[in-house]
Every structure is written in C-alpha cells, then in structure tokens.
C-alpha cells in the first residue's frame, strides 16, 4: 500500500529536550515535506526536500532541522524544543515531473512542549 | 502575506443542503487549484483539483468553480452528508523548477447536520 508513515503519533516532551520524528514514504517520491497545522493558521510549511542531500526552508523553518540521506525518509528534528512549537505535524510527498501535483500526506504526529 | 484566503472559518449545513467554500488568490503565476479534504486524526488528502483554462470541474457532489478574471475559485458540495464532516483546504500551486509548491488556505471546518 502506497502511504506516508509517521513516528512517533503523539509526543509529549519538556522545554529543551532534543527530539526527531520521523517520515518515510514507499512511493519513491523526490519531493518530501513538513507542514505543521495550528489552529486558524491552516498548515504551513517547515522544510522541504527535492531529492536526496537536497533541502530548503519553507515559510516557518526557525527551531527546525531536517536531513535527506535517503529517498526514502525525511526526519524532523528539533535541537531544542520550545512550547510554541507544540503543534500537529505532517509529512507529505510528491512525484516531481508529469501534470500531477498531487501531495500525500502522512497521519500526523501531535506534538506538545511542556 | 496570505497569498490565498479562505473562507469562511466554520460552517454548519443541514444534511441534503450545499456547502459552499470559497478561495481567493492572488498570485497569477498560480497554475493549479487543489482542494484537500482532512478528517479528524488524518492527514490531509487530495480531493478535486482544477486548472486555470477551465471553469469548472464536477466529480460526483463535489464541484469547483473557477473565475480566473476575479482570481477566486470555490468548492460547492451538493447535497452535503453527515460524512463530509471534515475541515477543507483549498491551495495554489505553481511549478518551480520541475516541482510545484503548494500554498494553503487556513483551513474550513465543515459540520453537517444530521
């Protein structure tokens, strides 16, 4: 079955405490991405990655990291967590080329800094 | 800068009514119109995409319409179900470099009635 995986779902952590949530697609999707969604702001968008060793910022990249070593998977790690990054996290990704430009999403993983 | 607008926030339809949701945009290099549909504890997913050459696109009760002079686009759902209960994301996309980045509205929480 084709689908984005997310680990761990839920987190709860403490202020400082180093983290990585991990996203892996079996698409062979290029195009990877993290979104987090908070309430009346929709999702917006962290860091994405083109293609393996190939990653930019998105709108809200501060306090964030990511790394591509392989196709396959695209870790979010946060150094240093801080409460304002409590929030629900999402992994997509995409086929570059063609007409489509279709993301899938993962299921999300919801986070909370204490 | 909110490059799309989306509205309104809520919405609450009796069942057998339309909903209706509207997007504004307003970069024209936009050239894809997805609307993504997301249920409680899932991640978003893609449910009817237009482009700009056409006006509008019609998949079972699910239509959008497309005014590119006025830079808006909507999705209506004609008789709308308890089960389309979900919160609706419309987004512009536009090819960058062999990939499309996609930009969110905040988001539509939409309840129907029994």
């Known amino acids: 079955e084709a689908q984005v995986t997310q680990n761990p779902r839920y987190l709860i952590t403490v202020t400082g405490k180093k983290l990585t949530v991990t996203c892996s697609q079996n698409?062979?999707?290029?195009?990877m991405s993290w979104y987090r969604q908070d309430p009346g702001l929709g999702l917006r968008q962290i860091y994405y990655s083109m293609n393996v060793e190939v990653t930019d910022k998105g709108d809200v990249p501060e306090g964030y990291k990511v790394s591509r070593k392989e196709k396959r998977n695209f870790p979010l790690i946060l150094e240093s967590p801080s409460p304002n990054q409590t929030s629900l996290y999402f992994c997509?990704?995409?086929?570059?080329?063609?007409?489509?430009?279709?993301?899938?999403f993962g299921p999300g993983t919801r986070l909370t800094v204490t | 800068q909110q490059q799309v607008k989306q509205s309104p926030q809520s919405l609450i339809v009796q069942k057998g009514g339309i909903s209706i949701i509207n997007c504004a945009y307003e970069?024209?290099?936009?050239?894809?119109f997805p609307w993504y549909q997301q249920f409680p504890g899932k991640g978003p997913a893609l449910l009817i995409a237009?482009?700009?050459?056409?006006s509008e696109k019609k998949e079972g009760r699910f239509t959008i319409s497309f005014n590119k002079s006025a830079k808006q686009f909507s999705l209506h759902i004609m008789d709308s179900q308890p089960g389309d209960s979900a919160t609706y994301f419309c987004a512009a996309s536009k090819k960058k470099e062999g990939y499309s980045t996609l930009t969110f509205g905040k988001g539509t929480m939409l309840l129907v009635s029994p």
């Open positions: 997509a990704s995409q086929t570059l080329g063609g007409s489509k430009y279709e993301q899938y």
């Open positions: 970069n024209t290099a936009f050239d894809y």
């Open positions: 698409m062979n999707h290029e195009y």
């Open positions: 237009i482009r700009p050459d056409v």
